[in-house]
């Protein structure tokens, strides 16, 4: 029996799952919970105007800048011990966001979030994939994963405004600690430690490359970041993307050079590989794009308090569930393609939807519906993707497969966030509520713009990804 049928057959798999999803939970919904916190933050703490904003862009930038470099590195130095480093960062940089007492600590400590998460992240997707079979079994397990995504990024709009109204800032970050506590209690007990051989892929490292590839995508991230703010035209925005082009096509010639590559650039010869993460990026501008928009419109247009549109959000986070659930069955059965276009027209067709807001609209008549929707949409085209994008990688380079995936999402979260911020400001002539509006809606059109754009995409890249059936 070799080595892929035993772990296979791991009576432990399925609870070693729920301690990876319980990781993840925490690193997706990190990612957006501070959103509705932010003008308690900025009160609390002092911020200077408009730079409270970089309380959710510290942990963006560090996040989507290491993930490639988290990844390689649970290849080469053990998944569960990378694993488990990065949760006990996180649970500390998780504390030290809660007790700090000024901005500049508290940015400091979000940096610290983003680095662990991008350690945590890669580590967990790669130990999912080396624990579960190609096949009906791993789509189920990724449907899990990708649904629990889905959970964490619409819980932290569900749960972030009551946790900063009743109990305070602070506990939008305390909240991980004991679910970080309880995942490395049980790491050492659930998960099976693995690395890439050393026979076949010796133990070398590339420090040039990891330099390139990581300051190119934390550059390439705080230009889209900072756009919205200073222009896109702007000679800061203008610099900060040619400096990150230069960075990452030194990449490029670095890697093509390297005895022993970060990331190898065969991998990008996979069709399958190439459309679902370019696919994940459009998924990625899509989410955040509704996500920001849907979130102002509430809260700016329709007067709702944070805590109103976080229990208005619940229906997303349902049926984000309910489309992950879904999409994961009808992907073994009639190939990730077809579920990706599917879903990807839903996010479309919810995006139009939301373009119909009005100044004096009501929950049920502007927003349920597009959440219904969105959230079905979503978690249907996470799962399909996600499949797609690790489909047919090795064991040896499944974290580094793995951190491209959720690169790309971060990536295209931090792009959708930065264009419909100036949508929304473009469409807006006025300080009126009906101007607010008017550029809300400009937004939403754009979102649908983006899910044309994935719909296209899978139609044309996906082609060649074979259905993955029960063995």
Known sequence: ??????????????????????????????????????????????????????????????FGGLLLLGGRMADLLGRRRLFMLGTGLFLLASLGCGLATSPQVLIVARVLQG?????????????????????????????????MGGVGATSALLIGGPLADSLGWPWIFYINVPVAGAVMLLAPVLLRESRTDERTHPRRYDPAGAFTVTAGLMLLVYALVEAPAVGWLGGQTLGLFAAAVVLIALFVCIEARSAAPLVPLAIFRSRTLMGGNLLMLVLGMTAWGVGTTVSLYSQKVLGYSAMQFGLGTAVLTVMAVVGSTFGQGFVTRVGPRRVAMVAMLLLGIASLFLSRIRVEGSYFGDIFFGLFIFGTGLGACAVAVSIVALMGVTRAESGLASGLNTAAFQL????????????????????????????????????????????????????????????
């Open 1 to 62: 029996m070799n080595n892929t049928t035993k772990t296979s057959s791991d009576p432990r798999r399925w609870k070693a799952l729920v301690v990876l999803c319980a990781a993840y939970f925490m690193v997706i919904l990190d990612s957006q919970i501070v959103i509705l916190a932010l003008p308690s933050i900025e009160r609390a703490l002092g911020f200077s105007p408009g730079r409270v904003q970089w309380v959710m862009s510290a942990y963006l930038l560090s």
């Open 115 to 147: 680095v662990a998460a991008a350690v945590m992240s890669p580590s967990a997707l790669s130990i999912l994939m080396t624990t579960f079979t190609e096949g009906a079994e791993r789509n189920k397990a990724l449907g899990i994963w990708s649904g």
């Open 412 to 471: 295209g979260g931090a792009f959708g966030a930065a264009v419909v911020a100036t949508v929304a400001v473009s469409f807006t002539a006025g300080g009126t509520v009906t101007a607010l509006n008017h550029g809300y809606r400009a937004s939403f059109v754009a979102c649908a713009v983006f899910a044309a754009a994935g719909l296209l995409v899978a139609g044309l890249l996906l082609r060649k990804a074979s259905m993955v059936r029960a063995a």
